[in-house]
């Protein structure tokens, strides 16, 4: 058994979370109640975003901040996962949106996309979602939806988007697992990297849900399911190295949460972890 990074470069970067306003700390324990560094972290992330997706065509300038910042409504409800290079720079970033049992399809921002409006298909959407809902009720599970995807441009060539998708399953993992949805820019590849780990296209009477052109961004889209305790088995030890990973890693939060762990005044100094070495 070969203990080698991701992307094969020796490079050790570092993982991060940024917490939601509603926090339940589930198996968190490395907790730092700090406003102005989640903060700043998530302007980071939303600048990435913006360069990200500006570069691609997905966005055009007047759908980003003046500061270059692509700001979305889930952000301040959702958590973020941050990868961070050796200078401690944002250059990965997922956005992880856990529902609660009551959520319904029209809450969802799937719903409010273009295939959801569309004639032949909007009614298969709402559909073959509802029909996961309802398992994820079955399970006593959340239902997810994940977005805000972003990489730098220097780790393209790098298996960085493996790593980030094997950090969102692990993740939901450490969460009691759960049902979720994301879409993926069938240009870009991303749609093809996230079936590689276990995404799944949504189907509708034996039929699966097309590709299809969104509005907002520019770009042909593809709506793909996961089951966080379901992966394709070749990740599954990738998803178990990240899963014992994000058990220590710093978790910040805009204040301290009601079950606190004891906070001083000063916040506790950030101990950023390294990401672990994989073995395969």
Not at 31 to 43: K, N, T
Not at 188 to 204: E, F
Request: glycine residues 8%; aromatic residues 8%; positive net charge.
């Amino acid at each position: 058994m070969r203990l080698f990074s991701l992307d094969g470069s020796g490079v050790r970067r570092q993982s991060l979370l940024l917490a939601p306003r509603s926090l339940n700390l589930g198996p968190f324990t490395n907790i730092v109640a700090d406003y102005s560094i989640h903060r700043d972290r998530l302007a980071e992330a939303q600048k990435l975003r913006g360069r990200i997706f500006l570069e691609i065509g997905a966005v055009d300038p007047s759908q980003l901040s003046e500061d270059g910042r692509h700001i979305e409504a889930p952000d301040d409800q959702s958590w973020h996962l941050l990868t961070l290079d050796a200078d401690e720079r944002v250059v990965s970033c997922a956005r992880y949106l856990p529902h609660g049992r009551e959520v319904r399809f029209d809450d969802l921002a799937v719903s409010r996309g273009s295939l959801a409006k569309s004639q032949n298909w909007g009614e298969a959407l709402r559909t073959a979602v509802e029909a996961d809902l309802r398992e994820a009720r079955r399970r006593g599970c959340s239902y997810i939806e994940v977005g805000g995807w972003a990489i730098a441009e220097a780790l393209r060539c790098t298996t960085e988007a493996l790593r980030t998708i094997a950090t969102a399953y692990a993740f939901a993992q450490l969460c009691g697992g759960g049902l979720g949805i994301t879409t993926a820019n069938t240009r870009s590849c991303s749609a093809a990297i996230l079936k590689r780990v276990g995404g799944q296209p949504l189907r509708h009477g034996g039929a699966e849900l097309p590709v299809y052109y969104d509005e907002h961004y520019h770009k042909e889209l593809e709506i793909l399911r996961f089951d966080a305790f379901r992966p394709n088995p070749r990740y599954q030890k990738w998803i178990e190295a990240c899963r014992s990973h994000l058990r220590n890693v710093p978790v910040i939060c805009r204040e301290a949460p009601v079950q606190a762990i004891a906070f001083s005044r000063r916040p506790p100094a950030i101990n950023l972890r390294p990401l672990p070495e994989m073995a395969v």
